[in-house]
């Protein structure tokens, strides 16, 4: 798989091996394991132990935790950055929090993309959904 920006479903397997190569190119790696989390406060928590969050957003509304994600990463000043998420909930049909997460992942991407939301200087966001199938 091809770095590209955007929210896409990789196999358990590919994933470790897709970073190392991703990383040894140059590509800022993040990885984040949610667990069993489905609750906003515990995915926020656990997104917020690995990921970039400026300022911090531990157990903030939504849209804090949006604004929080997009200047951490817009911070960092890497030109691509990716975010492999493992746990039970991400692939397969998510709902709920889950589910507004991704929403909120896939806004991040289009804004660290867009020249003007990041004044010149664009980010491409890889988001990779580790799941079983």
């Known amino acids: ?3 590209e ?3 896409h479903q990789a196999r358990f397997a590919e994933v470790e091996p897709l970073l190392s190569v991703w990383a040894g190119s140059g590509v800022r790696v993040f990885e984040v394991d ?3 989390a489905v609750e906003q ?3 926020i928590l656990s997104l917020a132990r690995v990921l970039p969050m ?3 957003a531990c157990g903030q509304s939504w849209a804090a935790f949006e604004d929080s994600l997009w200047e951490g990463i817009f911070q960092l000043k890497e030109p691509r950055v990716a975010i492999a998420l493992r746990g039970k909930h991400w ?3 998510p709902y709920g929090a889950v589910h507004t997460v991704l929403d909120i992942l896939q806004h991040v991407v ?3 993309g867009a020249e003007k939301a990041t004044v010149g200087r664009p980010t491409k966001l890889c988001v990779l959904l580790a799941g079983d199938s």
């Open 5 to 7: 920006a955007g929210i």
């Open 41 to 43: 406060t515990a995915i």
């Open 91 to 93: 692939t397969n049909q």
């Open 54 to 56: 400026e300022p911090s």
């Open 1 to 3: 798989m091809e770095f």
């Open 34 to 36: 949610t667990g069993d």
């Open 110 to 112: 289009e804004v660290l």
